[in-house]
């Protein structure tokens, strides 16, 4: 469990400082993913979104909840919610999305096979309490312990 906490830990790190060195390395070959929209995404087409999937200047908040992982012989589902706050020309936009990342273990290490995510609607919002971790305009937030 201390081992796919500390991956969607750095899942997450990856997407918030654009890292697609160290999320390659733990994406299975075969990896898609799943948008809210229905459309897949191979790995290829994914990584080059990564790259640049997030500006701290447009994404000014960011956080991980309601953390839940499941395993399954070889197989773990590791779900978070996501809050956002997106500013542009001004405006400012908030919303979360839910994940589920699917991770096999095979050769001796977690690989994450596929990634789906979806929109939630304000009246399933996990509360404040579930917070994992905070990102604010990219960086880091110190937790109180």
Request: proline share 4%; net charge negative.
């Amino acid at each position: 469990m201390n081992e796919l906490r500390a991956l969607n830990a750095r899942f997450i790190h990856n997407f918030v400082t654009n890292d697609v060195a160290s999320h390659d390395a733990i994406l299975h070959p075969a990896f898609i993913t799943i948008l809210p929209t229905g459309q897949r995404w191979d790995r290829a087409t994914y990584l080059k979104y990564w790259a640049t999937a997030f500006d701290p200047e447009v994404i000014v908040y960011w956080d991980v909840r309601d953390e839940l992982i499941t395993v399954i012989g070889d197989v773990a589902l590791v779900r978070s919610t996501n809050k956002y706050t997106r500013r542009r020309d001004g405006n400012e936009v908030t919303g979360m999305t839910t994940y589920t990342d699917t991770y096999l273990f095979e050769n001796g290490a977690w690989k994450c096979i596929q990634a789906q995510i979806t929109a939630v609607d304000p009246e399933h919002y996990p509360p404040d309490d579930t917070i994992v971790s905070v990102y604010i305009e990219g960086k880091l937030q110190r937790r109180a312990a």
